[in-house]
């Protein structure tokens, strides 16, 4: 009976003597609350401490998230744009890109000492070694006229070269106007100077074209377009083959200029000439040989070279009948 007295004894101190006294304001109440046991208030406003204290570093961290936000702006603010200060730092970039040609031009072709070019026997063009010399290139398929090729560029495993594949399929668009599809191709892209003009690279002092390359036995067609004019046609190319061999090994390909005939639009004219070597504007490679499936070609650099056992100048006869120019 003791023992039953004692708990409902303990029971009613706790209902009625643990309860404050009084609603005070909340900034006060919790430090400010009087207990009847001494004994437990202790404990009581240790507790209440604790918690107070994490109450106030909440709400200091919540008044600096509220600083942060007032000092981060707002997104319906747009930021404000100077295009006359853009237009200046881009002006201001030209002319120095231009005064930069200028000195190269003093100094020799392509800013190096007359001697040393005139000496030179190769020279490597492209190089693949990291992820910005893919940028110099563009690949395209007959996926703009609505065909189903793909392909695509990347570097390879061990960044020492550039791996070229895809699909090719012959499959026509269905349009109803395209009879015959099937083609992709890699291009180079035109190198610009200063505001934006068109450069062109000067291999007159070399006669053959030099690539090391790795396929999978596919023909490939090289096309080298030339800028002769102010406004350079887009369809007319001189082009040759390129027969790749297939399996692990890498080949040397060397091609003249001279063998290279001249095209528009992908039919070869009846009108001949030599390429004009000192005006290459760029050069490509198109896979279109009506083979449906995966493809691939590896190349590791594309370059120039000098053959001193060819001397052929052009490999293909004209007649007056057909251009009568070259007979006068």
Known sequence: MSSIHKLLTGIYIHKNFLRPRAALPPFVGN???DYSSSSLQKKVTSVDRASQQGKTEEGLQGHDHKEVALDAPSPDRTPEVSFDKAIRDEAIEHFRRLKDEIVAHLRGPDGRPLQEVIMEQARVVWQFREKEDLDKWIVTSDKTIGGRSEIFLKMSKNNRSALLYGTLSSEPPQDGDSRQSGYCAMISRIPRGAFERKLSYDWSQFNTLYL???GDGRPWMVNIR???????RKNQMY???MFTRGGPYWQEVKIP???FFFSNQGRVRDVQGPLVLDKISSIGFTLSDKVDGPFFLEIDFIGVFTDPAHTEEFAYENSPVLNPRLFR
């Open 239 to 241: 082009s040759y083959f």
């Open 257 to 259: 200029f001279s063998k």
């Open 212 to 214: 090391r390359v790795r």
């Open 226 to 232: 030339q800028d002769t004019e102010f406004i350079q």
């Open 31 to 33: 430090h400010c609350v």
